[in-house]
């Protein structure tokens, strides 16, 4: 069992530490977050200390960490905060969940999380810093950037190339052999049938409410 801090006050850091005590032979034994960002010295039972005095309570010598945030600005902060942790010494850890379907020559990379019912086909590779919210779908022979996140019930088909510090909404679909670009946006429900440029942006599109009201409808 390693000894694990992680890094994150918020429902993130609270998810992962969900997963890691229930379904990891990790031990969670604290959280950390920026100084300007503390508002308590506890979060679920166990300490938070500040980011900058980390190694002082955590030594990396003893911990690895989990930097748990979001997709915001792409995921850039949240690899830019995995680059300062290594830069103290600490191991990123890694979790599969043991309800997720993997290919039994996947490798799991540093701050990499696949959480419960995804499939993952023979031949794929996902990159570091990456998360797979859950209930996904990605195909045979694709491959995953770093920094990505793809969020739920996200259709990766066969073959698909995902650019670095890209984000995928929920329910998106994209169709076999083709190359998402890095830092695009791909929004919820989105279709996408052909290769993407790098920062390119596809909006979800939300239903629009009928005339009608619900009380005037027959039955």
């Given amino acids: 069992m390693a000894e694990v801090v992680i890094f994150g006050v918020g429902q993130v850091a ?7 005590t229930r379904e990891s032979d990790h031990q969670v034994v604290g959280f950390t977050v920026d100084a ?11 300490p938070v200390v500040p980011f900058e005095r980390v ?3 955590f030594p990396p010598e003893r911990c690895g960490i989990y930097v ?3 997709f915001r600005k792409l995921n850039r902060l949240r690899a830019a905060k995995l680059e300062e942790a290594e830069a103290k010494g600490y191991g990123a850890i890694s979790h599969v969940s043991p309800r997720a379907v993997v290919w039994d020559g996947f490798v799991a990379q540093p701050n990499s999380f696949i959480m419960e019912h995804n499939t993952v086909q023979p031949f794929v590779t996902i990159g570091r810093n990456t998360i797979l919210w859950s209930g996904n779908h990605i195909g045979h022979h ?3 950037g770093d920094n990505v996140f793809i969020s739920s019930h996200v259709v990766v088909s066969g073959a ?12 998106a679909t994209l169709r076999d052999n083709i190359r998402i670009g890095s830092h695009n946006i791909i929004g919820a429900g989105a279709l996408i049938l052909k290769d993407t440029e790098d920062y390119a942006v596809f909006p979800g599109k939300g239903t629009e409410p ?5 009380d005037r409808l027959r039955g």
Wanted: no cysteine.
């Fill in 55 to 57: 190694e002082e309570t």
């Fill in 160 to 171: 698909v190339s995902v650019g670095d510090n890209s984000f995928l909404g929920v329910n």
């Fill in 142 to 144: 694709s491959s995953i």
């Fill in 210 to 214: 009928a005339a009608i009201r619900s």
């Fill in 14 to 20: 609270e998810t992962i530490h969900y997963y890691l």
């Fill in 68 to 70: 748990a945030m979001s």
């Fill in 36 to 46: 300007e960002y503390q508002t308590s010295d506890s979060l679920l039972g166990l």
